[in-house]
């Protein structure tokens, strides 16, 4: 089993260098290992979780195309340049509310270079409001009812009847209690401005520029009004049926009476928004195809087909001896399978394919499924090591240079948001478990 955890760790950390589809592609490699090498059965692939993701980025996708982001960026520029002065506190409201829309932290990337430039403007260390930002974008994933985490952990805690308002009544609060902390104390987070040495000395040699940044121009307005409406109604109506069990369909398999499942009816009603915006806003699927979503959103699905492939099928294969070795701990100090989340995620850089990976185990060592909700949040590790493309993104935008990665690697801008929104979820989260 050493030996197997050996090359499940390898393969982890080789196609997280890879970046990209390396994760998956890695994973793959692994599983080959397990299966040919060591004789373990492959488990069933994750094809539910894949197609749900499938479809929910071909919706974002559509929307993106039809100009529904940039016209949400717009309307995000001009609320931070109204209030500059508050754009620590306002921009990780921006980020998480894109991120909640669109199912992917990655949609932070196009308001990211406007908030630097209003921090600039303002005087105020651009590091402030781009850390939190950031951080703000990753925890709304573990938040948002399409992200591919919240998809992959509803699909795991169907069994124990739990529904998406189940998950969400819990990680929406604590993820914003999360990150409203973390924004507060950011407001004060390094020298000011004037003060820092990076920034004076960019200033001295000329670096420095004072080139103003706006976002990109809406062509269609009416096109992107569209899109998003449409976008909306199809997420809303998602929520809706998945916390009311009635409103969907039942179908009668045999001699019983069978509810459509979460799965399925995600699959349909975002297929079918993706497939009403392209009709009513008249858009090629060949320039879906190509939008940085759809992109994000594939190298996701193949992380998870081949990683979240091998975890499994290396739980499943070595349950006997993993279980009794770890339950009595884990049942007794359940942080303990937070922490681990928290560092399989920082391994991943995916909440979903830590969730895919590592849930399961949790769910084989008869973890209460709302205790492994309460956890959810801990799956926002990877802004640990700052080499994530949004957090690098950042870096780059921040032309005064206040946002960096220090000398030790780990004391980077993103360090201190991060830790404090997450923790903070986490405990939240355990809190509002003993209410619910």
Avoid at 188 to 214: C, H, I, P, W, Y
Avoid at 293 to 310: D, E, H, L, T
Wanted: hydrophobic letters at 55%; proline letters at 4%; glycine letters at 8%.
């Amino acid at each position: 089993m050493l030996l197997q955890i050996l090359f499940v760790l390898t393969a982890i950390i080789v196609g997280a260098r890879l970046g990209g589809v390396g994760l998956g592609v890695t994973g793959g490699v692994g599983l080959g290992v397990l299966t040919f090498a060591f004789g373990l059965r492959p488990t069933q692939p994750p094809i539910d979780v894949m197609l749900m993701i499938a479809a929910v980025i071909s919706a974002a996708a559509a929307m993106q195309s039809a100009g529904g982001l940039n016209l949400m960026v717009k309307w995000s520029e001009r609320l931070l340049r109204r209030h500059p002065h508050q754009i620590t506190l306002l921009s990780p409201a921006v980020t998480y509310l894109f991120t909640f829309l669109a199912g992917t932290g990655h949609v932070a990337y196009s308001v990211l270079p406007v908030i630097a430039e209003v921090a600039t403007e303002t005087g105020i260390r651009p590091s402030r409001p781009l850390g939190i930002a950031v951080i703000a974008s990753q925890q709304a994933i573990t938040a948002s009812p399409i992200s591919a985490a919240t998809v992959a952990m509803l699909s795991l805690l169907g069994g124990f009847n739990i529904s998406l308002w189940d998950i969400m009544a819990v990680t929406i609060p604590a993820t914003l209690l999360g990150v409203i902390l973390g924004a507060i104390l950011s407001l004060k987070s390094g020298k000011e401005l004037t003060d820092d040495a990076e920034f004076q000395r960019r200033v001295k040699s000329g670096e420095f520029s004072n080139a103003q940044t706006s976002s990109v121009a809406v062509e269609n307005q009416k096109r992107a009004l569209l899109s998003i409406a449409i976008f909306l109604l199809a997420m809303t109506s998602i929520v809706v049926m998945g916390s009311v069990e009635s409103l969907r369909p039942i179908f009668q398999v045999g001699d019983s009476m069978l509810r459509l499942d979460m799965s399925s009816l995600i699959e349909i009603v975002m297929l079918s928004a993706a497939a009403i915006i392209m009709l009513t806003c008249r858009l090629s699927g060949e320039n879906i195809a190509h939008s940085s979503v759809f992109s994000a959103g594939m190298q996701a699905i193949v992380a998870i087909f081949g990683i979240a492939w091998m975890g499994d099928t290396f739980i499943q294969g070595n349950l006997t001896q993993i279980k009794p070795a770890i339950e009595q701990i884990v049942v007794k100090m359940p942080w303990l399978f937070g922490a681990a989340l928290f560092v399989m995620s920082i391994l991943l850089y995916s909440q979903a394919a830590t969730v895919r990976a590592f849930m399961p185990l949790g769910i084989a060592l008869g973890l209460n499924p709302m205790l492994l909700i309460a956890l959810f949040p801990a799956v926002n590790g990877y802004f640990f090591i700052p080499n994530y493309p949004t957090l690098v993104a950042a870096i780059n935008f921040d032309r005064t240079g206040t946002t960096r990665i220090g000398k030790f690697i780990l004391n980077h801008s993103f360090m201190m948001p991060g830790l404090v929104a997450t923790i903070t979820a986490v405990v939240a989260g355990l809190l509002l478990i003993t209410i619910y």
